[in-house]
């Protein structure tokens, strides 16, 4: 079946615009998670949401970040007044919530969004 | 929160010996921890996992075990092959926390010479 799909796969933006990402998770996974990879970095969390529940934006890391989810599927998250530190790929991630606790999370390819 | 440490950085090995990478986390409520590989231009892919109830697992050449009281994990790669050749990450998820969201270690170059 179809995995996570990312759109644009690369962003050039001039600094001070606005971008947009675009994820579309797995069909029927509830859950969905958005991570910055920079440049030889792991993974950083920044934002996570699940059905219809409030999202966790505790990994945000300034309020130029924000995402929504519309109708519990495709997520965007946005980034306004880029600056040349938010040059990083944007993964999106998504899961099946179980009772149990840790839950595989199914990764995108990515954004590379580059801000000159 | 939760911290996890990932060593060595880079790791190159001979094709057909084995290659070992650690991982420790800080939270002792972690009780999930996943292996992740991640190819150039690509997202990452999961290729392991383990939880806290257990201590070892196996899926053909790639084993990883996990050590709760000293709370540090490892992913062992056998008879490794060119194709192995990628970077590694492995990542801790507490419950609790709300969002499972996973916390990653900066990754493990693995080259692997033919």
């Known amino acids: 079946g179809a995995g996570v799909s990312q759109s644009p796969s690369n962003k050039v933006t001039e600094k001070g615009k606005d971008v947009e990402l675009r994820c579309d998770p797995i069909s029927g996974h509830t859950a969905l998670y958005w991570y910055r990879q920079s440049l030889g970095q792991g993974l950083e969390f920044l934002i996570y949401?699940?059905?219809?529940?409030?999202?966790?934006k505790s990994g945000l890391p300034s309020d130029r970040f924000s995402a929504e989810r519309t109708g519990g599927s495709v997520s965007t998250l946005t980034i306004q007044r880029t600056q040349q530190e938010d040059s990083a790929v944007y993964l999106c991630?998504?899961?099946?919530?179980?009772?149990?606790?840790?839950?595989?999370?199914?990764f995108g390819p990515g954004t590379r969004l580059t801000v000159l | 929160g939760e911290n996890v440490e990932q060593h060595p950085s880079t790791l190159s090995v001979q094709e057909g010996d084995s290659a070992v990478i650690k991982c420790t986390y800080s939270d002792s409520a972690s009780n999930y921890f996943p292996w992740y590989k991640q190819e150039l231009g690509k997202g990452p892919q999961l290729i392991i996992d383990i939880r806290s109830n257990v201590g070892e697992k196996k899926d053909q050449r790639i084993a990883v075990t996990l050590n709760k009281t000293a709370k540090h994990f490892s992913l062992h790669i056998t008879e490794t092959q060119p194709e192995d050749s990628a970077v590694y990450f492995c990542a801790a998820s507490t419950p609790g926390a709300g969002s499972y969201q996973l916390t990653f270690g900066k990754g493990t170059k693995l080259s692997v010479i033919p």
């Open positions: 991630a998504s899961s099946l919530v179980t009772p149990l606790d840790g839950n595989e999370q199914f």
């Open positions: 949401f699940q059905g219809n529940s409030a999202p966790d």
